[in-house]
């Protein structure tokens, strides 16, 4: 739950709430509101896994896959640019 800012930019996961379901009620922001599809909590081995799809102008199937890593209190993953294909290696640490 919280504020995540990106470490290399203004950009803002806000977990608003989690579902017993997983199922994670949440805001983006670069700076602007961007529409979030879905996003989705689940426990993977030794960590929680946190999936972010967005659905906007410019962000036409732009993801996040992110796992918590508790001792860095960090978000740490990948960012999927639907618009070129790429993938980008991310951390969110939360916002104070």
Sequence with gaps: MGRWQRTDGGYIIEIRSIAPDGKITA???NPRPINVEQAQASMQKDHIKVEVKLRDV?????AYTLAYTPDKDALLGY???AVSGQYFEVVFIRAK
Excluded at 58 to 62: A, C, H, L, M
């Design 27 to 29: 805001g983006y922001f």
């Design 58 to 62: 410019g962000y036409p199937g732009s």
């Design 79 to 81: 960012y999927y640019h």
